[in-house]
T-cell receptor, first 113, second 115 residues
Framework: NAGVTQTPKFRILKIGQSMTLQCAQD?????MYWYRQDPGMGLKLIYY???????DKGEVPNGYNVSRSTTEDFPLRLELAAPSQTSVYFC????????????FGQGTRLTVV | GESVGLHLPTLSVQEGDNSIINCAYS??????FIWYKQESGKGPQFIID?????DKRQGQRVTVLLNKTVKHLSLQIAATQPGDSAVYFC??????????????FGKGTHLIIQP
């Protein structure tokens, strides 16, 4: 049971480039989340999904897009990378609203230069 | 211009002492409050939760207290050990306005254990 797997672990992007952060979970969880964590700061919700085909914006969605075509995968897309998007990105999943234990991936450290 | 953010507060305790980490929450409609622990270089991990109709819950070496009157949550760690060094986040489980659903995390506290 791998849990939540994020790829890549590290990435350096140039301003204006695009990339997709991958997130996959093998626990059959309905709810999935993307957070960003700036150095020495807390977690901010970017997007979330309560099931395949359903996505919603979180606190800081600008500059990002997501899709949820399957229960397992929840990729996060950056279309035009900006220095302000330098951060560590965490994907998380949980079975449903009443399950308070969310499982997090190891994070993707992204630097935009 | 330069962005200014609020960095994590720090709590320093002696090994073996009890630690108390505090959190103020904002949403009275949250149905659960949760504590997560984040070790350096890792994703957050669930520690303990408390339902909104309770005021105390105990786990192994940890106790969570909920004071709904002042919207305050605390995590008490007994006999703090070096492995407790981490950033601790409180989180609210709620349906936000407009039907949104998510775990909302607080700012976090960095717990440092002094030998």
């Amino acid at each position: 049971n791998a849990g939540v797997t994020q790829t890549p672990k590290f990435r350096i992007l140039k301003i204006g480039q695009s990339m997709t952060l991958q997130c996959a979970q093998d626990m059959n969880h309905n709810y999935m989340y993307w957070y960003r964590q700036d150095p020495g700061m807390g977690l901010k919700l970017i997007y979330y999904s309560v099931g395949a085909g359903i996505t919603d914006k979180g606190e800081v969605p600008n500059g990002y897009n997501v899709s949820r075509s399957t229960t397992e995968d929840f990729p996060l897309r950056l279309e035009l990378a900006a220095p302000s998007q330098t951060s560590v990105y965490f994907c998380a999943s949980r079975p449903g609203h009443m399950n308070t234990e969310a499982f997090f991936g190891q994070g993707t450290r992204l630097t935009v230069v | 211009g330069e962005s200014v953010g609020l960095h994590l507060p720090t709590l320093s305790v002696q090994e073996g002492d009890n630690s108390i980490i505090n959190c103020a929450y904002s949403n009275s409609a949250s149905d659960y409050f949760i504590w997560y622990k984040q070790e350096s270089g890792k994703g957050p991990q669930f520690i303990i939760d408390i339902r909104s109709n309770m005021d105390k819950r105990q786990g192994q070496r940890v106790t969570v207290l909920l004071n709904k009157t002042v919207k305050h949550l605390s995590l008490q760690i007994a006999a703090t050990q070096p492995g407790d060094s981490a950033v601790y986040f409180c989180a609210e489980n709620s349906y936000s306005g407009g039907g949104a659903d998510g775990l909302t995390f607080g700012k976090g506290t960095h717990l440092i254990i002094q030998p």
